[in-house]
């Protein structure tokens, strides 16, 4: 069974940086595209970026030049490193499988505010 805890999130000012960690269970993570994913209140799940098993990535327009999708995969791990943080990146922000194919974890709130 896959499950995904995913930590680093907080209250930072507009301009500042997070660094969000997501930890795997499971041992075929390397096999597979990892996403970051983020739900704004009162808005649906939208896909942030996403990392392929070959470490190649991709983004949302909102967000490129920005944020960044790593991996570990010795770690289980994926991180996303935010930049330049806008009041409008303020979400819950998930990992998952890309596309999903696991349950969903209880994600990170990352909150963008002065």
């Known amino acids: 069974q896959v499950q995904f805890v995913e930590s680093g999130g907080g209250l930072v000012q507009p301009g500042g940086s997070l660094r969000l960690s997501c930890v795997v269970s499971g041992s075929i993570f390397s096999i597979y595209a990892m996403g970051w994913y983020r739900q704004a209140p009162g808005k649906q799940r939208e896909l942030v970026g996403k990392?392929?098993?070959?470490?190649?990535?991709n983004y949302a327009d909102s967000v490129k030049g920005r944020f960044t999708i790593s991996r570990d995969n010795a770690k289980h791990a994926v991180y996303l490193q935010m930049n330049s943080l806008k009041p409008e990146d303020t979400a819950v922000y998930y990992c998952?499988?890309?596309?999903?194919?696991?349950?969903w974890g209880q994600g990170t709130q990352v909150t963008v505010s002065s």
């Open positions: 990392i392929s098993s070959a470490s190649t990535t």
């Open positions: 998952n499988a890309n596309p999903v194919l696991f349950a």
